[in-house]
């Protein structure tokens, strides 16, 4: 499908190698124009060789001086002919189309200088085009006068274009010297800046001091009768402008070294036929109008023009770099959101134009933040610039596939005929993610979620990329192979989180949320050692909403911190209520998220929240969740170091529900491992189970650390994990959570030291 953006380049890998190859296009280019420009001075020698004469569309300045009149008879008398003025027009013609293209040559090189400041080729073209123009313009202007009303001075006319000749080349000079003066300097930082007055200035200077010269040798009766020689130097004054021309090379060589651009590549090879043309005059041409005086005439032009072209070259580089930039991700090489955008909705229209079915991918990187997080950013870019190329492996070329943005990707598959073909495209890139990447760190493993909606369920190019969103989502949260197609429920649970989101917003405001506590028993003990706990929201229209149906949402909205500050004060005072029904201690388990271990103030806030409620570190655990704790724990070491300080427990919450090793475990700033009630529940049943419970535990002991074991539902699993000695459990079939109210009632048996038979006596089974 042809669409009118350009097509993003391919995946790079960012080597040294797709370096390399830029750089040696670049220099094949230059050696290209180098050659065309050797060739183009070379040409008028070989055309001569097989018998072509320049001259024969001139006259010479004897036969236009015995025209009465001189040149302006010449030119408005038609009985004299063409023929005998064509020599001064021809002169004349070349010229001033010498003088029109330089002119316009450096108009070109300003405006490419005025729009990129860095670009001082620009300006050295610029000013040394613009002097050599108005340069030429006067040695045109005074020769074509003192022809008129000066007919005597027969070699006025060659001394100006030597004299003209001799200043351009300086012009040159000074330029290119000045243009290197300030790169050397733009080295070292604190030095004066690229000064493109001072240039002006030092080429106002050269060209009046050559005017008046010019005028001066108008006046004069007897110029030098060296201009034209008899032996191997035909025009021995051309030596001066050769010999300055060649002193010049070595800097705009120089300069191509710096910056090896095309607008540098030919600045420095103009001099080459500048140099060629001075040749042709030096050895060649004996008078006015003579084959080497023609050919001279013309390379003159050709030389201003080359930078033109090197201007040209530039622009149309820029653009492209612009263009580039503004379609392609510059990591990934990929498309971008711009260039995705464009080619989705063309698409899009021509799908519905054609009846053609279109689908897009949605993907998300599984684990690329805690990669990151861990190993850098440097990491991270391998990682995308790998899946980026694997990617493209797996759609065919005429499929978009851009960079969202961070971990996110999207591909535009168009004209497929059956779902499986796009099945087939998701699990090929899902299983080249489970092969590692290859990275300065090692081995680094990710995995993709993708999420797919198709063109005949949603015609509307933002609602289609909406719905694989939702898909990815989806994928992410459920599936085993993380890919999921859009179905029209995930709108209806995506509008129903909305809607929670919204009324949670107001929750804390409107007084919902209420805690409930869950008792935690010690092993060989029949009453509770500690509660935990857990929070529960209260809707006005739904009723009571358990912690996982709005925790997500408030964590991806931002209002965790403000509900995890709410769950700590009021735990805090709800322990130092209960302190005053018993003598004895009791510690509270407090769930908190990862956002709230990030903040910096947390030890200083539960600090004042001990100080006020009359509490010690012994009283409070705070419990974290174990893909929380291990992404966390490095960002947060100050913060979980100060707790552990304050004598505060920290607790990993459903342990082996996650992806945290075992060797986390003992660089984990933690003191007390929950085990996750998807192992506790299986336990009795499942073999595999019991000893991943069995190993926990007796790691745990060796390690010093606490365990209590979660959703005992069964008094098998209580018995096994007795037996197993664990040294906590919690869990329905000990209690449910329960309010406050029944928790005082059962931690005030204690001050009276009753003692009851059994847990089941205790808690009214």
């Not at 094949?28 to 065309?36: I, Q």
């Not at 023609?294 to 492209?320: D, E």
């Not at 509008?495 to 060989?524: H, I, R």
Request: hydrophobic content about 45%; glycine content about 6%; aromatic content about 10%.
């Amino acid at each position: 499908m042809q669409i009118s953006a350009p097509s993003p380049t391919c995946v790079s890998d960012g080597s040294n190698t797709t370096k390399n190859n830029r750089k040696h296009t670049l220099a094949s280019e230059h050696a290209t124009l180098l050659w065309v420009v050797v060739g183009v001075c070379l040409l008028p020698k070989l055309l001569n060789f097989f018998g072509a004469d320049f001259s024969a569309i001139g006259i010479s300045l004897h036969e236009l001086h015995s025209a009465p009149g001189g040149l302006a008879s010449l030119v408005g008398n038609p009985n004299l002919g063409f023929e005998v003025g064509k020599g001064p027009i021809i002169h004349a013609l070349l010229e001033w189309t010498a003088v029109m293209v330089a002119f316009f040559t450096a108009i070109v090189a300003f405006s490419h200088f005025f729009t990129d400041k860095q670009n001082n080729a620009a300006s050295v073209i610029g000013i040394a085009l613009l002097t050599c123009g108005a340069m030429e313009g006067f040695h045109a202007l005074t020769s074509l006068r003192i022809v008129e009303h000066t007919r005597d001075h027969v070699d006025f006319m060659p001394f100006t274009w030597s004299l003209a000749r001799t200043f351009n080349a300086a012009i040159f000079m000074v330029c290119a010297l000045i243009c290197l003066r300030y790169i050397d300097r733009k080295v070292h930082p604190g030095q004066s800046r690229f000064d493109v007055k001072l240039m002006l200035t030092i080429s106002g200077c050269i060209v009046l001091f050559a005017f008046i010269l010019m005028r001066a040798a108008a006046v004069v009766d007897d110029l030098p009768q060296t201009l034209y020689a008899e032996g191997l130097f035909k025009r021995p004054f051309e030596i001066a402008p050769i010999l300055i021309f060649i002193a010049t090379t070595p800097l705009l060589l120089r300069l191509y070294r710096r910056m090896p651009t095309m607008l540098n590549a030919t600045l420095a090879i103009s001099i080459i036929p500048h140099i060629t043309l001075e040749l042709y005059m030096l050895f060649g041409s004996a008078k006015l109008f003579d084959n080497s005086f023609i050919v001279a005439h013309t390379l003159k032009i050709f030389a201003y023009g080359l930078p033109f072209y090197g201007l040209v070259h530039s622009y149309i580089r820029a653009y492209q770099r612009v263009n580039h930039a503004y379609y392609n991700d510059s990591l990934t090489a990929a498309a971008n959101r711009n260039y995705f955008y464009l080619y989705a909705e063309t698409a899009l229209s021509r799908a519905a134009r054609e009846n053609k079915n279109m689908a897009i991918f949605y993907m998300d990187l599984n684990g690329f933040k805690e990669i990151n997080d861990t190993h850098g950013h440097e990491a991270g870019d391998d990682i995308l610039k790998a899946f980026a190329k694997r990617v493209q492996s797996c759609i065919r070329s005429e499929d978009c596939f851009a960079r969202m943005g961070g971990d996110e990707f999207v591909v535009t598959i168009y004209g497929f005929e059956h779902i499986e073909f796009l099945r087939g495209i998701a699990k090929k890139i899902s299983l080249l993610m489970k092969e590692p990447v290859p990275s300065d760190s090692g081995p680094l493993y990710v995995s993709v979620s993708i999420g797919i909606s198709i063109f005949a369920d949603e015609r509307d190019l933002n609602q289609l990329l909406h719905n694989a969103d939702l898909a990815m989502y989806e994928a992410k949260r459920k599936t085993s192979d993380h890919i999921c197609f859009f179905s029209d429920d995930m709108s209806d649970a995506h509008c129903d989180t909305l809607q929670l989101q919204s009324d949670l917003a107001n929750a804390l405001d409107n007084d919902e949320f209420y805690l409930v506590y869950q008792p935690v028993y010690e092993s060989g003990r029949e009453e509770p050692t500690a509660f935990e706990a857990l929070i529960r929201w209260k809707h006005p229209q739904r009723g009571d909403i358990l912690p996982d149906q709005f925790i997500s949402i408030a964590e991806r909205s931002g209002l965790i911190a403000d509900i995890d500050s709410w769950v700590m004060e009021t735990a805090c005072a709800q322990i130092a209520e209960w302190r005053e029904l018993s003598d004895q201690r009791l510690r509270l388990f407090i769930n908190c998220s990862a956002a709230q271990f990030a903040d910096n103030a947390l030890p200083t806030r539960l600090a004042g929240l001990m100080e006020k409620h009359q509490l010690e570190g012994k009283d409070l655990t705070l419990e974290i969740g174990e893909d929380q704790l291990v992404e966390c724990a490095a960002s947060c070491s100050n913060q979980f170091l100060a707790l552990r300080r304050m004598g505060i427990g920290i607790a990993m919450d459903n342990y082996g529900a996650g992806s945290a090793a075992v060797s986390h475990l003992h660089s984990l700033p933690i003191d007390t491992i929950k085990i996750d009630k998807s192992l506790v529940n299986g336990s009795t049943e499942c073999g595999q189970a019991k000893a991943i419970v069995r190993s926990t535990i007796e790691l745990a002991s060796d390690l010093g650390l606490n365990v209590v074991a979660e959703g005992v539902q069964s008094i098998a699993e209580f018995n096994l994990l007795r037996q197993l000695g664990c040294s906590g459990v919690q869990g329905l079939f000990l209690a449910a959570p329960m309010r406050s109210e029944k928790c005082a009632a059962i931690w005030a048996k204690r001050k009276k030291n009753e003692k009851t038979a059994n847990i089941t006596e205790l808690l009214g089974f």
